[in-house]
């Protein structure tokens, strides 16, 4: 019989965290050099993704890898990037390389060309996802979970080992690996954790509301990089190879992601309290450049923010690694080898 997590979000003070975020704090421009570096955006064709994408071409990266569904919005991307930055005219300095997320073999095949190609790897920001109101199944889950969850953190492992190897060849380098999250994770009382198959219950389709869905992967991907880091600094040799590997919140933004919500409260809302997507961006970037000390946090406006109070707790712990186990059975099965790869 499946154990069952009670689980109590004080959606009270999340509320007052995103408001005062909203209303009083502007992110600061990002100033940090990335001359020399190799940098991966994924989802960067528009919103965020394009905006921090911007954002390091303007600070010099070497190498700026767009990693996008189609490779046509990702050249539109690339132009825009180079007419909208004044003082740099390096169009080689940023390739576009093909990403979907839904395809386990995209994924796969998008991993493998990084760890094949390029000599080095010093920030990835992992930003693509979605939030749709349609239930569909691709490859066999739920496509949010795919998405948001699934093969982001195919990627997040897939990637350690070339992280790793540029700390060691590029002693000067602090590799950094930020998963783009969000607030929402305050709002779910995450009732799957107690079914006995956590996602054979996220494929139910009767189940399925958008939203809601989009909260539980905010969630999920918390619990993952939380119990990974963990994992990972009790491994051999963690510290002499340390990667940044921290989430970030970039607040409410004008983005594509929202792009199927029409209610008249939402629209409102976004009005109200919307950042500009190159807001937005900026937190990406101040993520990818955090100290040591964003090891494993959730950034958010530039410094580290306590995630929801019940995941510091016993409970949060059993439900962190009961997620852990569930999922890195999945992805082991995609990538055989992968744990062990990544130090695991």
Same mark, same amino acid.
């Given at each position: 019989?499946?154990?069952?997590?009670?689980?109590?979000?004080?959606?009270?003070?999340?509320?007052?965290?995103?408001?005062?975020?909203?209303?009083?704090?502007?992110?600061? =421009?990002?100033?940090?050099?990335?001359?020399?570096?190799?940098?991966?955006?994924?989802?960067?064709?528009?919103?965020?993704?394009?905006?921090?994408?911007?954002?390091?071409?303007?600070?010099?990266?070497?190498?700026?890898?767009?990693?996008?569904?189609?490779?046509?919005?990702?050249?539109?991307?690339?132009?825009?990037?180079?007419?909208?930055?004044?003082?740099? !005219?390096?169009? +080689?300095?940023?390739?576009?390389?093909?990403? +979907?997320?839904?395809?386990?073999?995209?994924?796969?095949?998008?991993?493998?060309?990084?760890?094949?190609?390029?000599?080095?790897?010093?920030?990835?920001?992992?930003?693509?996802?979605?939030?749709?109101?349609?239930?569909?199944? /691709?490859?066999?889950?739920?496509?949010?979970?795919? /998405?948001?969850?699934?093969?982001?953190?195919?990627?997040?492992?897939?990637?350690?080992?070339?992280?790793?190897? #540029?700390?060691?060849?590029?002693?000067?380098?602090? *590799?950094?690996?930020?998963? /783009?999250?969000?607030?929402?994770?305050?709002?779910?009382?995450?009732?799957?954790?107690?079914?006995?198959?956590?996602?054979?219950?996220? !494929?139910?389709?009767?189940? =399925?509301?958008?939203?809601?869905? =989009?909260?539980?992967?905010?969630?999920?991907?918390?619990?993952?990089?939380?119990?990974?880091?963990?994992?990972?600094?009790?491994?051999?040799?963690?510290?002499?190879? *340390?990667?940044?590997?921290?989430?970030?919140?970039?607040?409410?933004? =004008?983005? #594509?992601?929202? &792009?199927?919500?029409?209610?008249?409260?939402?629209?409102?809302?976004?009005?109200?309290?919307? &950042? #500009?997507?190159?807001?937005?961006?900026?937190?990406?970037?101040?993520?990818?450049?955090?100290?040591?000390?964003?090891?494993?946090?959730?950034?958010? +406006?530039?410094?580290?923010?306590?995630?929801?109070?019940?995941?510091?707790?016993?409970?949060?712990?059993?439900?962190?690694?009961?997620?852990?186990?569930?999922?890195?059975?999945?992805?082991?099965?995609?990538?055989?080898?992968?744990?062990?790869?990544?130090?695991?």
């Amino acid at each position: 019989m499946a154990k069952t997590f009670q689980i109590q979000p004080n959606v009270g003070a999340g509320l007052r965290l995103f408001l005062h975020s909203q209303l009083f704090v502007t992110p600061p =421009y990002p100033e940090a050099s990335f001359s020399g570096k190799t940098v991966i955006v994924t989802g960067s064709n528009v919103g965020l993704g394009l905006e921090a994408a911007r954002h390091f071409y303007r600070l010099n990266a070497a190498k700026l890898v767009l990693a996008v569904r189609t490779i046509a919005k990702g050249e539109a991307a690339k132009e825009d990037i180079l007419k909208s930055v004044g003082g740099r !005219n390096d169009a +080689d300095a940023i390739e576009v390389w093909p990403l +979907d997320q839904a395809s386990n073999q995209s994924t796969i095949d998008f991993m493998e060309r990084v760890l094949m190609e390029l000599p080095r790897l010093d920030a990835v920001v992992l930003n693509a996802g979605i939030n749709t109101k349609i239930f569909k199944a /691709v490859e066999g889950h739920e496509q949010t979970t795919q /998405v948001n969850v699934l093969n982001t953190f195919l990627l997040v492992l897939g990637l350690l080992p070339k992280l790793r190897q #540029t700390k060691t060849g590029f002693p000067d380098s602090m *590799p950094h690996l930020t998963v /783009v999250s969000s607030e929402a994770h305050r709002l779910t009382n995450f009732p799957e954790i107690s079914a006995s198959d956590l996602y054979e219950r996220l !494929n139910e389709e009767e189940s =399925y509301n958008g939203q809601k869905r =989009y909260e539980v992967t905010k969630l999920l991907e918390i619990l993952l990089v939380r119990e990974l880091v963990a994992r990972l600094r009790s491994g051999p040799g963690f510290k002499a190879h *340390p990667v940044i590997l921290n989430l970030v919140n970039p607040g409410l933004c =004008y983005s #594509t992601l929202s &792009r199927e919500s029409s209610s008249l409260g939402l629209r409102l809302m976004y009005k109200l309290l919307g &950042r #500009t997507g190159e807001v937005g961006g900026r937190c990406l970037v101040l993520a990818a450049s955090a100290p040591e000390n964003s090891l494993g946090e959730f950034q958010s +406006d530039g410094k580290n923010q306590n995630v929801e109070d019940w995941i510091y707790t016993d409970l949060g712990d059993e439900v962190q690694k009961s997620v852990w186990s569930q999922t890195v059975s999945i992805l082991e099965a995609r990538k055989p080898g992968i744990l062990k790869n990544a130090g695991l």
